[in-house]
């Protein structure tokens, strides 16, 4: 690894805005080489943060997400024996069958492992995965290196990657777990700090239009019965969809009419609760 990839400092990226908070775990977790584990509702920016230090820091991003059916093995790597068979018996492929490393595919964290470059390895909604998976899963990080069983070889990282681990917090994940990882939560982000996100991504909006837009957000966010609160992906995208609108005038919101509810709540009860309490806005 070089020495410059040690130093690095992620100061942000262009369309992530940071806290100095998370700015600070996030560059001792690089510096102590250990996995950053983030936690927060959907919506909050945690897998976006790996794509920011990826382009932040100009290193590969790999990402893994995880199914509640993954083994480790499936990150780590396959061996194709379909393939090996049929190349066996049609004896077509340019690729010496006998050598059955010819067969070895890498997973994820396997790729992670053998990239010539540091890289920034997104294990995503870790939460999801049964508990000796995650146990397992950061042996191998601790460990930096795996067996390849049926080529009897052990892979060994070129460089240790950036780890980011997602969870929504949908299942508990163990002590031993925990205890191997920085662990920071991300908070749902505040009015101010809402107005930071959206001057990144809409550096020319009108200070009416997002200051209607942000009252109304969180208006909608504290509307009785929802399960799954509109998050800021569905902010940015309601925004353009207003932007779009050429019959939008900024007052309709001023005056409790909230266009294109179906953009910022994605289940049927949300939206239908949201439609029969919008009208009481008035921001």
């Not at 379909?82 to 690729?95: A, E, Y």
């Not at 208006?219 to 969809?241: F, H, M, Q, S, V």
């Amino acid at each position: 690894m070089s020495q410059e990839n040690k130093t690095a400092k992620f100061q942000g990226a262009t369309k992530y805005v940071l806290d100095d908070e998370l700015a600070k775990i996030i560059n001792v977790t690089m510096a102590i080489e250990m996995p950053l584990l983030l936690k927060g509702e959907p919506g909050t920016g945690k897998t976006m943060l790996a794509h920011a230090i990826a382009e932040a820091l100009k290193m590969p991003l790999i990402i893994l997400n995880v199914k509640s059916s993954m083994k480790l093995l499936d990150a780590l790597y396959q061996y194709d024996t379909l393939t090996r068979l049929n190349d066996s018996r049609f004896g077509d492929s340019k690729r010496e069958v006998s050598n059955i490393e010819e067969y070895i595919r890498m997973g994820k964290i396997g790729q992670a492992f053998v990239s010539d470059v540091r890289t920034v390895l997104l294990i995503d909604e870790i939460d999801k995965a049964d508990t000796d998976f995650q146990d397992d899963m950061l042996d191998v990080l601790d460990q930096m290196q795996f067996d390849i069983m049926e080529i009897d070889k052990t892979v060994t990282a070129k460089h240790r990657p950036v780890i980011v681990i997602t969870s929504n917090a949908k299942k508990d994940l163990s002590d031993p777990f925990l205890g191997r990882c920085n662990f920071h939560h991300i908070a749902f982000p505040d009015q101010d700090m809402m107005r930071s996100i959206l001057d990144v991504h809409f550096p020319n909006l009108s200070a009416d239009l997002v200051e209607a837009c942000i009252t109304t957000f969180y208006a909608l966010r504290e509307l009785r019965g929802i399960e799954k609160k509109p998050a800021t992906r569905e902010l940015i995208n309601w925004i353009r969809a207003l932007k779009a609108d050429p019959d939008f005038k900024v007052k309709t919101l001023r005056q409790g009419s909230v266009p294109y509810l179906g953009i910022l709540f994605k289940k049927s009860a949300d939206l239908n609760a949201a439609c029969q309490q919008a009208s009481r806005l008035r921001t």
